[in-house]
Structure formats: structure tokens, C-alpha cells
């Protein structure tokens, strides 16, 4: 699988792009932004998005990119748990804050065309199997476990200490990379465990439940953008082997 980072922060500020992976070329995990993306081929390779959960930072680029995508002809299919999907038609696609692009802009063929998912189910979207697991998230949210005949990823979605994405993880043979939320330094562990994120130090014990195989990759995203550099710090201070802080850009074959 092509792993294509188009933002990797959980925020946005002065250069810092919210959290959207771009896999080979057509499924979007999450949709923070995509203004990386240089040219108009490009986005108009995208034909998925799953949604881990509905917070603004991961949504956000939805709507423009959906309409760019129903000017080419094509709509996006929005693949999400019934939590995420009735938050976004609620909340989102309601004709007060965005225009109903489920109904735009024909009814025959909207931009948005929602699909949703039960979690441990996996569903084929576009040739890749991508099973959601709930998370600990202050919302209902997923992480979800992405594979081909090859390879599978995982990508935690926004989560404090959790159970079952690690018990999914620890079941999956195949798995050659994690992606890790990490969005406050230690010293604000109080206000990580309210919003339901991780530090470095709450990240180490996740890593004792996970059966960390070989040389998997461990890459890990969703830094606050206002504590980069400590966290960073915090994080190299680990030690740990094969781990990798995302950057916008980046691209990886697992």
C-alpha cells in the first residue's frame, strides 16, 4: 500500500495541516486537508473517505473536496460508522452550516453519497479491507485497520488508552505499521486523560498491550500544533526502535 500524508496534526496554525492520509491514490482516512495535494489529477483520484469520528479537524476539508469532486462527474462515498454519518447530516450537511450535498448537486448524483459501517466488520472499499474498532474518544470513534492481499495498517483515529483496537491489532498477522495519536506533552497527562488523547508517557503504556512484531513501523501523527517541539522532544527521549513522527509529505510503501 502507498501511504500518502497530506496532514498530520491535530490543529491547525501557522503551517501545521489537521490529519488526512491519502492510500493508494483513491481512499482518504480522515479529511483535515488536502491542500497539499498540487494538482487537480490528483484529488480527482480520490474516490473514499472513512471518517473516524466527526471533530472539526477531521472533517473539515470534507465539503470542498466533495463538491470539487461532483463538478468531475464523480462524488465522493462517505464511509463511516451511524454515529459519524447522523452527526454529519445533523450537524454538518443540515442547509445551515453547509448545503445538503447528499441532495446536490442532483439528488441522481450527489457529491456526498453516504455508506456506513458496524465496527469489527470489514467492508471492501475499492479493493482494500478496512475494518473500524471503537476507540476511547470523547465522541464515538473509531480507529480503523486498512489491508490488501499484502499488508495491513493501522490508524488509531483521536484516542485516549483503549482496549479493543490493540486486542484487533494483536489478531491481525499481516500488520506492518501503527499509526499512533500522540496530542499533548506529559506535563498536560490531566488534560489528555478529560479530552481523551495520549503523551508520550500515556503512549508507552499503550505499547505493553501491543504485540509489536519485528520491524513494524510506528508513525505517529496528531501532535498539538502549540506543543510540537515538546512533544517532539518527549517522544525522541523515548528510544524507541522503528518510530517515526509524521510530516506533511511524507510518503511510505508498506
Same mark, same amino acid.
Given at each position: ?14 503551517g ?17 486537508n488536502?491542500?497539499?495535494?498540487k494538482?487537480a ?21 470534507l ?38 450535498l447528499s ?12 455508506? &456506513?459501517?458496524h ?26 485497520i ?9 490508524y ?7 482496549? &479493543?483496537?490493540w ?10 505499521a ?12 490531566e ?5 481523551r488523547?495520549?503523551?508520550?508517557q ?14 513494524m ?16 522532544r ?8 522503528n518510530l ?10 508498506v
Amino acid at each position: 500500500m502507498k501511504l500518502r500524508v497530506l496532514g498530520c496534526y491535530g490543529g491547525e496554525l501557522l503551517g501545521y495541516k489537521s490529519t488526512a492520509l491519502l492510500i493508494d491514490d483513491h481512499l482518504l482516512i480522515d479529511a483535515g486537508n488536502v491542500s497539499i495535494l498540487k494538482s487537480a489529477d490528483d484529488l480527482s483520484r480520490i474516490r473514499h473517505l472513512v471518517l473516524s469520528h466527526a471533530h472539526l479537524d477531521h472533517i473539515k476539508a470534507l465539503p470542498f473536496v466533495a463538491e470539487q469532486l461532483a463538478e468531475g462527474g464523480t462524488g465522493l462515498d462517505v464511509y463511516g460508522t451511524d454515529e459519524v454519518i447522523d452527526s454529519l447530516k445533523s450537524h454538518i450537511f443540515n442547509g445551515i452550516t453547509w448545503p445538503d450535498l447528499s441532495k446536490l448537486p442532483t439528488v441522481q448524483n450527489p457529491a456526498v453519497r453516504y455508506k &456506513r459501517i458496524h465496527a469489527e466488520l470489514p467492508v471492501n472499499i475499492g479493493g482494500l479491507s478496512v475494518r473500524a474498532v471503537p476507540v476511547n474518544h470523547t465522541i464515538p470513534s473509531a480507529g480503523f485497520i486498512v489491508g490488501n492481499e499484502i499488508s495491513s495498517i493501522l490508524y488509531s483515529g483521536d484516542t485516549g488508552p483503549t482496549e &479493543r483496537l490493540w486486542k484487533a491489532a494483536n489478531n491481525t498477522e499481516d500488520l506492518k505499521a501503527l499509526m499512533i495519536e500522540v496530542s499533548y506533552p506529559d506535563r498536560l497527562k490531566e488534560r489528555a486523560i478529560i479530552t481523551r488523547h495520549l503523551t508520550p508517557q500515556l503512549l508507552v503504556e499503550e505499547f505493553k498491550k501491543i504485540d509489536i512484531k519485528g520491524d513494524m513501523l510506528i508513525f505517529i501523527y496528531h501532535l498539538k500544533p502549540l506543543f510540537v517541539d515538546e512533544i517532539k522532544r518527549e517522544i525522541c527521549g523515548l528510544k524507541i526502535d522503528n518510530l517515526i513522527l509524521l510530516e506533511e509529505g511524507d510518503e511510505f510503501e508498506v
